[in-house]
């Protein structure tokens, strides 16, 4: 039987299954597809393995619900940290997490001996056309146009570790959403895929989104994507530096701080429930 815990940031929910206590899923691929699943699994956007690092105080390891491998999830990090510290791996204030991006560093705000809020290191995004990576003109590609069908659709591209593609629009629909969501995803433009997201701009402190990630679907939140979102704001000049980002399943707090280019995102991670799963 493997120990798991469902945890979500901002709705945007996972398996997670600690590797300190118990050996690794053989098969981390097959197992991410059968716990995902809504209907007759745990349920979940995908699987996060938390397992020992040699150079930092836990390792994470993302599959999404398709299977598929990812770099990096900034709401999953959170609850990693959450995880790390609530489970004794590691009782400190400031946690280092290795990622597919390389070693991020978290600060915990600690509630009656438990992670409520993380403030996370997001480091520098990533603008070079070749390593998002897209083949869209420009390095980043700032309103770069696709059509898709009868559409014309503007986006501006940046890699948080993991690549995203960013439209502004005036409304943000289903059928945009839904529809244009999976063809962007899979666009030859994004030999890797793309997380797509699509952003209505409130005013230049804040913004609303929706996301349709790579090998997810929709989902309540994307952290990273709206790290990518500010970035995006900020070069097309929509957005200030310090903004609040209104996703389906709550608010970010992100910071692109000009001093070293890193990006901050702060939000809380939350505990579902502990359980386990049958291992054939």
Not at 54 to 64: C, G, K, L, S, V
Not at 236 to 241: A, C, F, K, M, S
């Amino acid at each position: 039987m493997l120990k798991f815990i469902k945890m979500h940031g901002l709705g945007n929910d996972y398996v997670y299954v600690d590797c300190f206590r118990q050996p690794t899923p053989s098969d981390p691929v097959g197992l991410a597809k059968l716990v995902a699943d809504r209907h007759f699994g745990v349920g979940g956007d995908g699987l996060i393995l938390v397992c020992p690092s040699e150079i930092a105080d836990a390792r994470m390891r993302m599959f999404n619900a398709d299977g598929s491998k990812s770099e990096m999830c900034g709401n999953g990090i959170r609850c990693v940290a959450k995880l790390v510290h609530d489970q004794g791996i590691s009782p400190k204030n400031r946690l280092t997490i290795e990622t597919g991006r390389g070693v991020l560093v978290l600060d915990l705000e600690i509630v009656g001996g438990k992670v409520s809020q993380v403030r996370v290191d997001m480091g520098e995004p990533i603008l070079e056309a070749a390593l998002i990576p897209t083949t869209l003109p420009g390095s980043p590609p700032k309103e770069a146009e696709i059509i898709l069908g009868s559409q014309i659709l503007r986006f501006t591209c940046v890699s948080m570790g993991n690549p995203h593609a960013v439209t502004f629009v005036n409304a943000i629909e289903t059928s945009l959403v839904f529809g244009i969501g999976p063809q962007v995803e899979t666009h030859p433009f994004f030999p890797k895929r793309t997380n797509v997201e699509f952003v209505r701009v409130d005013n230049r402190g804040e913004f609303t989104m929706r996301v349709w990630e790579r090998g997810s679907g929709e989902t309540l939140a994307c952290g990273t994507g709206a790290c990518a979102v500010l970035v995006a704001g900020v070069l097309t000049g929509r957005l200030d530096r310090r903004v609040i980002g209104h996703l389906q399943g709550g608010d970010l707090q992100l910071e692109w701080e000009e001093s070293t280019n890193h990006v901050f995102m702060t939000g809380p991670a939350t505990e579902v429930f502990h359980g386990t799963w049958p291992l054939a």
